[in-house]
């Protein structure tokens, strides 16, 4: 604001403002013209990108549209569905194929317990019922032939991958471990995002080609270490066997009470439990007080003051002496052992290969525990299910077929049941020796072919077939283009054409109304909103008219649809797009949009596909030898980049585009311009201030004579 005082007719009695403001109108004009030029730039940016997205949409059209994918789709016809059906992948070869007769369907292995015994036995005893849901370990009596628990500690540990060459990772307890054939494996389920590995403390004895499965441990150091890198975030969880755990924690003065993480505290020959605890650098034993476990100081060798209890189940201890906790932070360890049981499960893979998966179940798991580890073991490939009625539990391979190529122990088994007889299958379910049913190959004779695969469904030179039954009368399958979807894929590039078309010359054709300029800040306070709007919509009208780089871009399209296209590898008969029945529409004035024949078009498809699709996609050293798609593209991306450069995207500045930096030249100068009226407004107001002060003066002296001669 200008620091010039202004004085407005105070003296004079005109109305210096309105003046002032009318003299200034005229000097305005120019600048009014700049700000005039400066907003029809913005809306031809604006026209310019609404349009140029039309060109990167039909350009995403193209780029699709030179897939094969657009051209070979392939439909499936089978003489009789209920024994075989069959689909194609779009680089199947066209013709058939004759499956004269399937003698055997591929099946799944599966076992139920008790089947090798002499009768049908359920796994739980006469009058007791086995819930999924509770405690194995509380449940061990039902079961017909118990479960066998060992003294140890089933940890779980969770680590994330940090992407170093070699990863190493280190546990909180020493695994429990056993030797075999001078290889010593540690009781550990280790997977890295899904992936099993097994563990041992040396790999030198282990094949070259199985070492990526093995990890190795160090029992020294405590550390798990990975023969390759774990990448970043990689998930790493370990579950391994203690002999025991020792926990940690601070109390508080004066506790009730300290839970362990673990129940099903173990015990000993004599009935005692194996635990010790370490109150502020002062050991407690466990003593059996009629099958109540309860807490004493070391040094009290008769047992005769208890400071706490141990429910053994729960794993909770309770303090009853207040003294023992008597600081504000007491230091209490913990070291016991606890339940558990294992079993071992394997299964083989296409290549004929074994995956091989240990189980720890705790002594609080549950059955459902137990299947749901199982069922979600990655690599494993096996169901568990547990059926109340039957009382019998089955496994089944989640892959059909043969796959155990090495007949171990001249066993066709695929689900193989390993571990001891004490093994939670082997014993407590009842696993041992059981029958294997299924594990089969699909068996048929194609094209005079007997073959097998170890699944139903197969794919053979891009067609998937899928066995539904055995028989012995000839079922055809054939193969054909799927006429229908190719002609909507190149009727959707039509309309996508159309649609360009439309746009680009509605906006060449568009009316100029040159008498109606963009309108100022003062001719839109005199005008109503619907006033403002229709005269904006005139006043935008017609900015792309016969725009040259639009002009260019329809006269270039038009061209390269309509030549020939000349390829060695497309039919003469079928080398123009109107040979296929797509021509431009009577209409000139449309600028070239296209319509088809719908009937001329499919019977293209059918009888030459290849040509058809060569039309459209074809590559080549030259323009002509192009298909009718590659030349588009090229095209519609020079002119896509052309108005890029011109009007610039949303992403862009005005630097970057030829527009924006003729915005910016007109934003510099109304900004001097404005500077320049400003400064002529000050220089106006400054002149008529003096003749306001000269009038004030004058009429002061005039006031001033006046009293002077009437007072003579």
Do not use: C
Request: no cysteine.
């Amino acid at each position: 604001m200008s620091s010039i005082q202004r004085i407005t007719g105070l003296a004079s009695g005109m109305d210096i403002d309105s003046i002032v403001e009318k003299m200034m109108t005229a000097a305005k004009q120019p600048l009014v013209k700049l700000q005039q030029q400066k907003q029809i730039l913005e809306w031809q940016e604006e026209d310019y990108r609404t349009l140029n997205q039309k060109y990167f949409d039909f350009r995403s059209t193209l780029s699709n549209m030179k897939l094969t994918t657009k051209y070979r789709v392939r439909t499936t016809t089978s003489s009789n569905e209920n024994n075989v059906t069959a689909t194609a992948a779009n680089n199947a070869a066209l013709g058939s194929a004759t499956i004269q007769s399937v003698t055997q369907l591929a099946t799944a292995a599966a076992k139920i317990s008790g089947t090798g015994s002499e009768t049908a036995t359920t796994i739980s005893k006469s009058g007791a019922k086995i819930k999924a849901d509770a405690s194995l370990y509380s449940q061990t009596g039902n079961f017909l032939n118990g479960i066998t628990w060992n003294n140890g500690v089933v940890v779980s540990q969770s680590f994330s991958g940090d992407g170093d060459a070699t990863a190493a990772v280190k546990l909180s307890n020493p695994p429990v471990s056993t030797t075999t054939d001078g290889i010593t494996y540690y009781a550990m389920n280790v997977k890295v995002n899904g992936k099993t590995y097994q563990v041992v403390n040396d790999k030198s004895n282990i094949p070259d080609n199985e070492k990526g499965n093995y990890a190795v441990y160090n029992a020294e150091s405590g550390v798990l270490t990975f023969d390759s890198a774990v990448s970043a975030g990689s998930g790493i969880n370990v579950e391994y066997v203690a002999d025991a755990v020792t926990e940690t924690k601070t109390l508080s003065k004066g506790a009730a009470t300290m839970q362990l993480g673990h129940g099903l505290i173990a015990t000993d020959a004599t009935g005692n439990q194996a635990f010790s605890l370490k109150i502020n650098n002062t050991n407690y034993v466990l003593g059996n007080d009629n099958g109540t476990y309860k807490l004493y100081a070391e040094s009290d060798t008769g047992k005769s003051s208890p400071v706490g209890t141990l429910d053994a189940s729960t794993g909770l201890i309770t303090f009853t002496d207040s003294s023992v906790l008597s600081g504000d932070n007491n230091t209490v360890s913990a070291t016991y052992s606890s339940k558990y049981a294992t079993m071992s499960l394997g299964s083989y893979n296409e290549d004929g290969s074994m995956n091989k998966a240990a189980f720890y179940i705790d002594g609080t798991d549950s059955l459902n525990d137990v299947m749901a580890d199982v069922n979600n073991h990655s690599t494993l490939g096996v169901s568990m299910y547990y059926d109340e009625n039957a009382d019998r539990v089955s496994l089944t391979r989640k892959m059909t077929g043969d796959l155990n190529k090495n007949k171990e122990n001249n066993k066709d088994d695929e689900i193989i049941i390993g571990g001891s007889e004490n093994d939670f299958l082997n014993q407590t379910l009842q696993f041992n020796g059981s029958d294997e049913s299924g594990g089969k190959n699909a068996k048929f004779t194609m094209n005079g072919l007997e073959t097998e695969r170890t699944s139903n469904t197969f794919t053979i030179s891009g067609v998937t077939y899928t066995l539904k039954s055995t028989f012995d009368t000839p079922v055809a399958v054939t193969v054909s283009n799927d006429t229908d979807t190719i002609f909507k894929n190149i009727k959707d590039f039509v309309d996508q054409y159309n649609s360009l078309i439309d746009a680009v010359q509605s906006k060449l054709n568009e009316d100029r109304y040159s008498d109606y300029a963009p309108l100022t800040d003062e001719q839109r306070k005199e005008m109503t909103d619907t006033q403002q709007d229709q005269w904006d919509k005139k006043a935008r009208s017609g900015l792309l008219r016969n725009d040259m780089t639009l002009k260019s871009s329809l006269s270039n399209m038009r061209s390269l649809i309509y030549s020939k296209v000349n390829n060695a590898n497309i039919s003469s008969e079928y080398s123009q797009l109107s040979s296929i029945g797509i021509t431009t529409t009577s209409d000139w004035l449309e600028g070239g949009k296209l319509e088809i024949d719908e009937d001329k078009l499919k019977a293209a498809i059918q009888n030459d596909p290849d040509s058809v699709e060569l039309l459209f996609r074809a590559s080549g050293s030259t323009t002509s030898e192009k298909g009718i798609i590659q030349r588009l593209y090229d095209s519609v991306n020079q002119t896509y980049n052309t108005i890029v450069d011109k009007a610039g995207k949303s992403t862009y500045v005005n630097t970057q585009f030829t527009i924006g930096k003729n915005i910016n030249d007109l934003t510099d100068k109304i900004r001097d311009m404005n500077d320049k009226l400003g400064k002529l407004e000050d220089r106006y107001y400054a002149q008529f201030t003096a003749m306001e002060q000269a009038i004030q003066k004058y009429n002061s002296q005039y006031t001033y004579l006046s009293s002077f001669f009437s007072n003579s």
